[in-house]
């Protein structure tokens, strides 16, 4: 089995980033990059910057085209398909031509993957996303992960799944993400040897993601059967997901599982040393900032007519350096309460976070964004970029599986 990725959404290559560092003979047949909207490709510009682009079956070059009307069966052979997605609306509906027939709301990336799924059957799929898409929606907790459970049970995959935050695995940001690992259950060495292997034994001491994660303990595990319905899933499925868990035939275990915390980067050791100034927070904005870190109570009026009192705590500010940064946004070095705020260390005075600072956050190498795009897009892309340590740990014990594949 080669080491072959394709890589869907890939932004500017975090995925691919993380795997190059194992330094174990990865390599990337395909990707896709599209911004909708965008008049400008930044971040597949950025992605062709540092690793070209690449053909499909046929020679042609699709990379930024969108995803919808790719020819999935184009797409070159690969053994693992990698991608963050977002978490959407993934409710299906009988077709109106066919009673039998499914379709997902129109746009939805997740259909997007399982088709890619559908068509080249990998037998590894590893992909991210935001920690709520096990909660989504609020008037049916539970159904958004199911849909997606269910349709990787009928295509043969068992899954596992863990909400991980990176500062509790080395890295300098407080960023949790839902990072789910699904393989083929009957036709690789690894789905044959993890059937033998209890839900229990899976997640909490011999499975994927508590090889990648260690824990320190496990809550009692709970479970549930998915419908081979998906419409049925789509209708009438909730179900509390726990942090980690299991999927195999349908079956789903879960469990909440305390992370084996290391010790973190801090804030502190991302800093550059000196700054530009236009970094520097005015003098004049400077009462804006401290108003929208700070706690509040406003009385507001809905709506219907009801009144109500909005409330929200304090923000550190500015930002420690003592602690790992918090979960970086796209909107960062925008005016608004998300926005790291922190002291230079030349001068001490107030300031956004550097770019760079930004790609540190995220564990990219330095300058990794300055490919000609302008600031707003490098914070942009970084807050829509993955922990890149964070995939080298699961690379690494997927490399381990690939080993006893061959």
């Keep these: 089995m080669e080491k072959t990725i394709c890589e869907l959404f890939a932004g500017v290559g975090g995925f691919r980033l993380g795997f190059d560092r194992l330094g174990s003979g990865w390599r990337t047949t395909w990707f896709s990059q599209w911004e909708p909207g965008a008049r400008v490709q930044w971040a597949h510009k950025c992605y ?4 070209g682009d690449c053909p499909d079956k046929n020679g042609e070059y699709h990379t930024c085209d969108d995803i919808s009307i790719v020819d999935k069966s184009t797409i070159p052979d690969h053994s693992l398909v990698v991608g963050g997605f977002p978490c959407q609306d993934y409710s299906v509906a009988h077709t109106l031509a066919s009673s039998k027939g499914i379709e997902g709301k129109k746009g939805v990336l997740w259909w997007q993957i399982r088709d890619v799924l559908e068509v080249a059957q990998p037998p590894f799929a590893l992909l991210e996303n935001v920690d709520r898409l096990l909660k ?13 459970l269910a349709c990787f049970a009928l295509l043969g995959y068992s899954v596992e799944w863990r909400v991980v935050n990176a500062a509790s695995y ?3 940001q407080r960023r949790r993400r839902t990072y789910i690992f699904a393989y083929k259950t009957d036709s690789t060495e690894y789905g044959r040897k993890m ?3 209890s839900a229990e034994e899976i997640i909490k001491g011999k499975g994927f993601m508590v090889t990648a994660f260690p824990i320190s303990e496990a809550g009692e595990i709970t479970s ?5 319905d998906l419409v049925e899933v789509s209708d009438r499925f909730k179900f509390p997901f726990e942090n980690a868990g299991f999927m195999r035939n349908g079956e789903v275990f879960t469990a909440r599982v305390t992370e084996r915390e290391e010790t973190p980067i801090m804030l502190g050791d991302i800093l550059v040393e000196s700054a530009d100034e ?5 003098t004049d904005k400077m009462q804006k900032w401290a108003y929208l870190k700070g706690s509040k109570r406003i009385d507001r009026t809905a709506a219907n007519g009801h009144s109500y ?9 500015p930002d420690p350096w003592n602690r790992p ?19 230079d260390k030349k001068t001490g005075t107030l300031r956004l976070l550097t770019p760079v600072e930004t790609e540190r956050l995220q564990g990219f190498d330095d300058d990794w964004t300055n490919t000609g795009m302008p600031d707003r897009m490098r914070y942009f892309c970084m807050g829509n970029a993955l922990v890149v340590p964070m995939i080298t740990r699961m690379g690494s014990v997927i490399d381990r599986i690939f080993e006893d594949e061959n």
């Design 48 to 51: 062709t910057e540092h690793y």
């Design 224 to 228: 549930t059967v998915l419908s081979s």
């Design 136 to 148: 989504s929606p609020a008037k049916q907790r539970g159904r958004d992960f199911g849909v997606i």
């Design 325 to 343: 940064g918090r979960t970086m946004l796209t909107s960062e070095s925008t005016l608004n309460r998300s926005t790291h705020v922190v002291a």
């Design 309 to 317: 009192v909005f409330s929200e705590g304090p923000v550190a500010f």
């Design 278 to 282: 236009k970094y520097f927070i005015p």
């Design 195 to 197: 059937s033998a292997l």
């Design 170 to 172: 080395g890295a300098a």
